[in-house]
């Protein structure tokens, strides 16, 4: 009822730039907070950034500074810019939204496929 589909990966050189998308479709009645996570094979995936429905942002301490999280609720819509990417930036990034849909008004987390970054030295 609810899909999450995420672009803009790619590879890309250390001190390069690249924007991820990710915008959720379907039965959806409000859409909560928005993330972006990351993994690597084998490890645990891990918060890189999240927004709240109203605005307010929080990164890792790995990323402050080079990353901004945005989002447009019109669009149903959230964006990570990165910049002045590294080479321990290559992951595979996730979005996950929280959403209530219409059906029975239930809510629950949802995520996206991933969309890998890597980047070259």
């Known amino acids: 009822q609810v899909q999450v589909v995420e672009s803009g990966g790619g590879l890309v050189h250390s001190g390069g730039s690249l924007r991820l998308s990710c915008a959720a479709s379907?039965?959806?009645?409000?859409?909560?907070?928005m993330g972006w996570y990351r993994q690597a094979p084998g490890k645990r995936r891990e918060l890189v950034a999240g927004i709240t429905s109203d605005g307010i942002t929080n990164y890792a301490d790995s990323v402050k500074g080079r990353f901004t999280i945005s989002r447009d609720n019109a669009k149903n819509t959230v964006y990570l810019q990165m910049n002045s990417l590294k080479p321990e930036d290559t992951d595979v990034y996730y979005c996950?939204?929280?959403?209530?849909?219409?059906?029975?008004?239930?809510?629950?987390?949802?995520w996206g496929q991933g969309t890998q970054v890597t980047v070259t030295s």
């Open positions: 379907g039965r959806i009645f409000s859409i909560h907070a």
């Open positions: 996950k939204a929280d959403i209530t849909i219409h059906t029975a008004m239930l809510r629950s987390d949802y």
